[in-house]
């Protein structure tokens, strides 16, 4: 149960709210989750029962995945921390750079140069 707090996770359970997706179409969506990523998810929600996986046998196969009931009870959650993060947006991205561009605590900054404490 611990995948639930991994943003792939919510990204996933985010999208199949509307209804079922395919394999492909999740990762076509999901910007810079992997293939084995979204396996690795994807089996992870299965096997917690959040998830469900019909595999249809046509050439080439066919995979939807879809929220269980219980999966479903996540929507309201998961939908509320979707959209505090749209709208923290440039506040997150203003924190990341203001991170990105201070020493690490072993180095000290000054006048733009960073050096290294011994």
Request: avoid cysteine.
């Amino acid at each position: 149960m611990d995948r639930i707090g991994d943003k792939w996770s919510l990204y996933i359970v985010a999208m199949l709210a509307n209804g079922p997706r395919r394999f492909n179409e999740l990762k076509r969506s999901i910007d810079g989750i992997s293939q084995r990523m979204l396996t690795l998810t994807l089996r992870g929600l299965e096997r917690d029962g959040l998830i469900t996986r019909t595999m249809f046998p046509t050439i080439p196969p066919r995979v939807d995945y879809e929220l269980t009931d219980m999966g479903r009870t996540l929507l309201e959650p998961v939908m509320a921390l979707v959209s505090w993060a749209n709208k923290n947006q440039l506040a997150i991205a203003e924190a990341h750079k203001r991170f990105d561009e201070e020493p690490e605590p072993d180095q000290v900054l000054v006048q733009g140069v960073v050096y290294q404490r011994r």
